[in-house]
């Protein structure tokens, strides 16, 4: 359930950030045209959207710092998220201490918002992308079903020898595996291609879960945490492979 978390949080974090831009356009557009209208209802406007971008700012906060905290990065790590996460700490105090600053704090709240957002996207291609929710509850629906079919996890002498091909969904789809099998028993796993992005992601998978599933002699394994959607492709590809070797 932590990848759960996870995605949700980075995407009310994303979410909040949007409806943040928004709103701080808005309440720039009404003071250009603040002189040409009725003052008086702009300026209840602008103190709704003054209250919402403060509250929402907060939210938007925290939503990141919980994201910080269950992604696989590490808080304390050079990497986009945790700059966006010191970004935001420096808004909340050109805000909270706006009278000690002067007259500038707004200046520095807006150059610092421009580098935020330029920073959340490189963060976004960092790790790959947006995650759709329907990856995640696949996820968990694959873990709900192994631990189901603990009977079945004992495979030796169940295939043919051969050398055997199986395909995966990890982050991205076409993960792909080349399986060998000696008397009866997995001999050797090879990942033959993949559209995995960021090796700092994919690559603890990659080294540990085909080792893992020949020392066990299963494809029934845990995957690996910060690296989960790699570590299910592969045990994913292996069960297609193993499907073809069937005796």
């Known amino acids: 359930m932590t990848l759960f978390f996870n995605i949700l949080f ?16 808005i309440r720039i557009i009404q003071r250009k045209i603040q002189k040409y209208r009725n003052k008086n209802l ?4 602008n103190k709704f959207l003054r ?9 938007f906060l925290i939503s990141s710092f919980i994201h910080g905290i269950l992604s696989s990065y590490s808080v304390i790590s050079f990497n986009y998220g945790t700059i966006g996460l010191i970004i935001e700490l420096l808004l909340l105090h050109t805000f909270s201490d ?18 935020l957002i330029i920073i959340t996207v490189l963060h976004i291609f ?30 030796s002498n169940d295939y043919k020898d051969g050398v055997y091909e199986g395909t995966g969904y990890g982050y991205r789809p076409d993960l792909k595996v080349q399986v ?8 050797e796993i090879l990942i033959v291609d993949h559209n995995e992005v960021g090796e700092k992601f994919y690559r603890p998978a990659f080294d540990y879960i ?10 029934y394994i845990d995957g690996i945490s910060g690296s989960t959607y790699s570590s299910k492709g592969i045990i994913e590809a292996v069960e297609d492979a193993l499907s073809k070797a069937k005796k």
């Open 210 to 219: 085909p080792k893992k599933i020949i020392d066990e002699q299963t494809y």
């Open 42 to 45: 702009l300026i209840k406007i």
């Open 126 to 155: 960092e790790v790959g992308g947006f995650v759709g929710f329907d990856r995640v509850i696949d996820s968990i629906k694959s873990d709900l079903s192994i631990k189901t079919d603990v009977n079945y996890n004992n495979i």
């Open 51 to 59: 209250k919402n971008h403060i509250n929402l700012g907060y939210l």
């Open 98 to 115: 706006k009278e000690s600053i002067g007259n500038t704090w707004l200046q520095r709240h807006r150059e610092l918002t421009g580098l």
């Open 10 to 25: 980075a995407w009310i974090a994303v979410i909040l950030g949007i409806l943040l831009s928004i709103i701080w356009l």
């Open 180 to 187: 060998t099998i000696k008397s009866g028993l997995i001999d």
